[in-house]
């Protein structure tokens, strides 16, 4: 159980993060304009490498790249699942119109469903998440290139 406690924690700070950052571009009704959502994924990737820089930290020599991996996809994943859930509180009960603002950005006519929407977000969520733990476990990995002798 203790080893699940830090990527948890993680994953809660991140979500809140995503969520602060995506609640201050509607003050400015920028949330609705895709290319600050690219931001989004800066944000996660600080809080998956702080998450396992904490972990390999707190592990020493112990730290292995299976546990280091696991630490970041859970964080990853909480926050995800965390967002995905506020994006779809936000979207039917916060600003009904803002699947239809935000699908306005593309200029066509949609007939997209709030469950699919949801499920795009959490797949992008899910995918980030993967992509950025394999990238910083190649920096936090344990090299296996022998010194070279002089």
């Known amino acids: 159980m203790k080893k699940i ?48 820089k904490y972990y390999k930290l707190e592990q020493g020599d112990s730290f292995t790249y299976y546990n280091g991996f ?29 699947l239809l603002e935000l699908l306005a950005v593309f200029k066509g006519d949609y007939n997209v469903h709030i469950g699919l929407v949801t499920f795009v977000v959490a797949i ?9 733990t394999l990238t910083f476990m190649q920096i936090f990995k344990k090299s296996w290139n022998l010194p070279q002798k002089q």
């Open 5 to 52: 406690i830090l990527p948890v924690r993680f994953g809660v700070a991140l979500s809140a993060s995503l969520i602060a950052y995506f609640l201050v571009l509607s003050l400015f009704n920028w949330h609705t304009n895709p290319f600050f959502s690219l931001f989004n994924g800066v944000i996660s990737a600080f809080g998956i490498y702080e998450a396992i």
């Open 70 to 98: 696991t630490v970041g996809v859970i964080t990853g994943f909480v926050a995800t699942l965390i967002f995905t859930i506020f994006f779809l509180f936000y979207a039917t009960e916060v600003n009904e119109n803002y």
């Open 124 to 132: 992008m969520g899910f995918a980030t998440t993967v992509v950025l």
